[in-house]
């Protein structure tokens, strides 16, 4: 694995053990899975309100609606996993070193 924090001196062929800080799982979780659900619900409900005050069919206003705005959605998550990608807080970290890998002994 690259980009993971190493104050122990591990090399290649030792096995670690290594940690995500905590929280950082459960703030993941939700950018991935309930982003794009709320901007599905956000972008379906004003293209249905915005076709019908338009005169459009509200149904068709709803779905391209839900998809841009699953599309714009998605982009802020690429774009906030860039921004926190080169953040050591967020790293990965080396626990500790159980076992040294051949000729490392």
Known sequence: ???????????VGDIVSVSIPDGIRSRAAAA?????????????????????????DPETTAVIGALASVTVGMLGIRLA????????AFA????????????QQ
């Open 81 to 88: 996993e860039r921004t926190v990608a080169g953040n050591a």
């Open 92 to 103: 990965p970290r080396v626990d500790a070193i159980i076992s040294r890998g051949r000729g």
């Open 32 to 56: 991935v899975f309930l982003v794009p659900v709320a901007c599905l619900l956000a972008g379906y409900l004003a293209g249905f309100l915005l076709g019908g005050w338009l005169g459009k």
């Open 1 to 11: 694995m690259h980009d993971v924090t190493d104050a122990h001196g591990a090399t």
